[in-house]
Every structure is written in structure tokens, then in C-alpha cells.
């Protein structure tokens, strides 16, 4: 006792200057950490922010398009076509319709290009008139379409004037923003000579204006017409995939994760289940289209390109992250809520559905916005069941052909008219983002609302 | 050396005290024979037999890791919720084999009612915090009924006083006592037989404490208590029979006087006098 009371004092002045000596050191180590940890955070946020500027510069001048406001006069000589038929007595429903839709399809073959080439040449300087079709492609090809819509929806403006803003050609969009080379020479600009001149002057008489891009949200993909190429069809494509996705994944993955959490045995089975499940979730999204490719079209022969299949195909790759959230939120409830309600006599169903499960579903939802959001951004698989086709018409049922928002950023990314849909891309990829950030945002608010303190 | 007096002080009244020796010993509510638990290879309980008596409270002493609160989990089965946990030997509770295969064990936990270590309240409003129970039983049929039943159990458990006006707030908004005392409604309002008490007090004040321990005295003339505790003075204070337990073991069991005074078994007298433990 006493010899080591007598070392005491000794030992604990060494061990005293051995902390001091170790502390310059062990400060360092610290500063050095903290410095690497945050410039690892500089670095990934600067790369958000690059992505963000670039991607704002780029794309929010493209939700402003360049339009031409012109009087255009429904010539009855051009239009050539008879009043609107009128319902007579003793004439049957079925017999109407036919004789509309025989109207219809003579409107459908008057030459309404001629009403705007008319209407931009007497704006115009009079040697135009020798290069209609210079002219005829200053405006884009289907606001002909605009101009028959017009008279179908009201005939009796066959005769008169009406001012129209009609969206200029996309090569005169490039032009007017100054998306190209002014200094190129002529076999390097899209416009020859006579048009940019022929763009300039209306310019000049201020009948150009930039004007808010409808076309991007109400508007079908375009080829004909790129200037009113637009989102709707894939939008509409993309929903029916997210409802889809929703629908199966939530029931089925929550379910599952319910059930290898609380109610299956821990046994070599279920964990080779887990195993799996861990591993479907890093599994890379294409293989989950070619599987979609081999199940749902060759075997079940669902159609291609369907947002029905695209759906499918995202819900088994969503599945896992549910499953994996689920069980996640689901352990860390306390266990001491189950001992509580089974300690009353409640069965185990009774404690799941009544006390794991309402505590569980903040959590629950975070992982399943998250899983969707995942599958809203995902175009690899889509790419593999066909949804990467070309598909002029906004999808009625989740059985016809449709593309989706990101497959939609991916083929205009490819178009060849590239000054221009670099703006179109950039513009999407801006809808898209804004529609990930809202579901995040969701996800966030609903936790917020919903989680529960004990 | 052990001066059993230091413990009997604490009791709660020496009234209380003066009554267990004036009250017959009632039937054995419970009997348990070669009861042995094994959680996978490990065997945590070692053929352990005991009686323990109608409205009484039983304590079950030791030290940590003994088995004294496996056992108490045999009474409700709460082992069952354990992966691998195995039970050997026969438990009869008022003259039926709880672990008769064909006995329903939500059944079991209607009669055999549970109380935690740590408050667990669900986090959800007092009101129906005591609900629940007699609502998932179907005990009542009106509201009016639940209401009985609600304010009833929160008498017994001495908590009505204090939360009446609140009775829809969250039960986890309570201090640590008055859940633990919204766990003992809780319980109640099942109407069980028996109330197992797993270290009651160990998360709470000295206050809370006391206030748990005046309770269970009043609630042993209505349950059968079980109660496992760390603390040899509450044994002392609000039991009338003690369990000592080392190692897997039942040392000893026997009115809780003659435990703390004469115990029979040198482990058990070296465990109330501090030696180990």
C-alpha cells in the first residue's frame, strides 16, 4: 500500500506532461478533420450550385418563346369551305354527326398556312411575294392547326380579321434570342438571307414579342414543328406511372416490411429475405427493364411503350426502398410500446395496426415519397420497354403509348435543331427538378405534421 | 450485524405491517412448479417452485441478471415475445395451466396485467391511454360505460386528482411518476386478477416512489401483486412475502419479516446485508 501511495505523486506528474504532450497533437488531428469535413461539404454544394446555374441559365429563357402577333384575315376565298351544318328537323342524331364530321374533315383540308403566309406578307415588303415558302417557314408548321381550331370552335369568323399571336419557327426564336452566331456564314444559318431580313422587319414594326411558353406544358412532343414541342404527353405519362407506382408499391412493399419486422421468425430464410431485398435495391435500374422487357411484354404481353408496364417496372425497383425505410422506421420504434400493448392483450395485429403503425407512418412516408421521387427521376428502364419512342399524343389510359418526363429530357437532349431544344432540355429538366423538390417538400412537411414525441 | 429494524421502518405504516401477520394466509393464487426458462442454449431459470398468495404482494429480490424477471414474465408469457425463449414446468394461475396449449394468451394478459421499468404510456391521450385495454376486450358497449371505466381506473391508481381536467392530453406529457401511475390504470382497467410489476420505481424520484409504493398497498386488497425490485427496503416496505433469487435460482421465499430477519439461506443474508448484489 504505502509504496504505491509513496509513487503516486510522481506517476502523476509524468502522466500530466505525457497529456500535454499528446494534446498539440491530438488538437491538429482535429483541425484537420474539421477542415477536410468541410471542404467536402464546399465541394458538393458548389457542385449543386453549378448544376443549378447552369441548368437556371439555360432553361428559364426557355419558358419564354418568340411569337408573331398578326392580323390574319379568314379569307373565304382561301378557306373555301361551306357554314357549319346546322341540326334539321326530322334529320337523326346519327346522320348529323356524319354531316359534321364530313365539315370537319374539309376544314381539316383547307390551306390555312396560305392565311398566315398572306397575313405575314402584308406586313412584309412586296417583293416577298415571289418567296412564299421563305415566308411560309418564319412562323412554325402547326398554328395552321391553331387557325382551323378557330373556325371550328366559332365559323362565323370565316370573313372577318383577327389578331393572332402565332409562335414563331424555332430557327427564328434562335435568331431573335441570339442563340447563334450572327457572323456565321449563309450555309451555316438555318434562315437564308430573305428571312432573317423578312424577321428583322417585323421586328422592327414591333410585331415580335417574347411570350410565355404554353406550348411546353399544354403541347405534345413535336418534330414537324419544334417550336411547339412540349411536356404534356410526358407529364401525363409520368403521372399514370407515379399512381401506378403508388398504388402497388406502398400496400405491397409496406406490407412486407410489416411482416419480416414484426411477425416473421428470425431464421436462415428470412434473413437470405433480407439479404435480397438489401441487395434489389442496389441491383442497376436497367437490368430491372430488361426483366420488365422479358415479363410484362414478352411473357404477359402487356404493350409497349405503356405507362402500365413503365409503372410495373418502377414498382419492383421502388419496392426495396420502401421495404427498407418501412423496416427501418419500424425498429426504431421503442419496443417498449409493443411490451406495452401486449401486455394488455392486445394480439399482434391489434399492436401493429394500432401503436407501431401510426408511429411508423412519418417515416413510412418520408420512404415513400423518397422511393417515388427515385422512380420519377428514373429513365434507364423506361429507355428498355419502349417508352423511349417518339409519341405525338397525350396518353389516355395507362395502356397507351406515352414517354416520360426524364425519357423526354433524354430525346430532345439528342435533337439535332440543338440551339434550340438545349433550351427545351434545360427547361424540362427545370419542371422536373421543381417537381422532386415539391415531393421532397411534401415528404418533409408530412413527417413534420405527423411525428409524434414520447 | 443486520438490523432488520433499519428495513422494517420504511414501511409504509406499521399498520400495514401489524395487518399482514392479523390476515390469513389466503390460497395460492399462483403456483408455479420446476418452472425453468432457457432463452436458446442458455438456460436462465433453474426449476423454480413457488406459491404466491391472493390479494398479497409478492417481491421477488436478487441480484441483476438472477432470473427474477424472467420468471415474473412467465406469469403473462410475456417470454413468448422472445425469440428462442423456452418455458419448462407448469404455472397455475387460479387453478388453470397458463401454458395449456389451448389457453389463448390475449386471454391470459386480460387476467395478468403488467406494469414496466421504464413508463411506457402510448403516446396518445390519457383518456384513451386507460381505454384501450377494455376498448380492444370489448368490456363496455356505451361511452358512457368507458367513461366509468376511465375514471375508476384512474382513482385506484390515485392519478384522477390530477389529470381530470386534462384528460386529453398526451399521456407522455405526464412526469415520470404520474405515467408510471397512468401505467398502473392502465392495467387496472382491464380488470385483471394479478398485476406483475417489473422494477416499478426504478426511473422514478423518491417522491414518485412513495407514491407508487402507498399504491400498490391499496391496490393488494383488490389484486394479487407481483413485484420485482432492486431495492431490498421497498421489498421490505410494501411486501408480505419475499422471493430471493441468485443465479437462476430460487434461494429462498418466505413472509417478508422473516427474510429480512432470520433468513434461512447464508446468500440470502449476505445479499440484504450488502455483500453482494
Redesign the interface.
Known sequence: MSAVTSDLPETRSSSAEKVRGSLARRHAAERRFKAIGMLAVILGLSFVAILFATVLRKGVPAFWQTTVTLPVHFDPAVVKVPPMPAPQAGQSPAAYQEELTAWRTMLAGANWGRLIENALLAELPPEAASRRRDVQRLVTSSERFRLRDMVERDPGIIGQTVTVTLLADANVDIWMKGNVDRSLSDAQLALNPEQRRYVDTLNEKGLMQQSFATALFLNVDSRASPASAGLAGAFVGSLFMMLIVIVLSVPIGVAAAIYLEEFA??NRLTDLIEININNLAAVPSIVFGLLGAAVFINWIGLPLSAPLVGGLVLTLMTLPTIIITTRATLRAI?P????????????RV?TVA??VLP?ALPGILTGTIIGVAQALGETAPLLLIGMSAFVASVPATPLDQSTALPVQIYLWQGNELRNFFEGRTSAAIIVLLSLMIALNALAIFLRRRFE??? | MFDASAFMQGRSGTDAAGAVHAQPVTEPNITARDVSVFYGQKRALHSVSLNIPGKAVTAFIGPSGCGKSTFLRCF?R?ND?I?GARVEGTIMIDGSDIYDPNLDV?????RV??V?Q?P????KSIYENVA??PR??GLTRSRADMDGIVEGSLRRAGLWEEVKDRLSESG?GLSGGQQQRL?IA??IA?GPDVILMDEPCSALDPIATAKIEELMDELRRNFTIVIVTHSMQQAARVSQRTAFFHLGNLVEEGPTEQIFTTPSDRRTQDYITGRFG
Do not use: D
Not at chain 1, 417498449?336 to 394480439?347: H, K, M, P, Q
Not at chain 2, 390475449?106 to 386480460?110: D, F, K, N
Not at chain 2, 411506457?120 to 403516446?123: E, V
Open positions: 421468425p428470425k421503442p417498449s410500446i409493443r411490451s406495452a400493448a401486449v401486455g394488455l392483450g392486445a394480439s391489434q394500432h401503436h408511429l409524434r414525441r414520447w | 403473462n410475456m415475445t425469440e390475449v386471454e391470459l394478459r386480460a396485467g403488467m414496466f421504464k411506457n404510456p402510448f403516446p384501450y385495454g380492444i376486450h407522455t401505467c392502465r392495467a382491464v
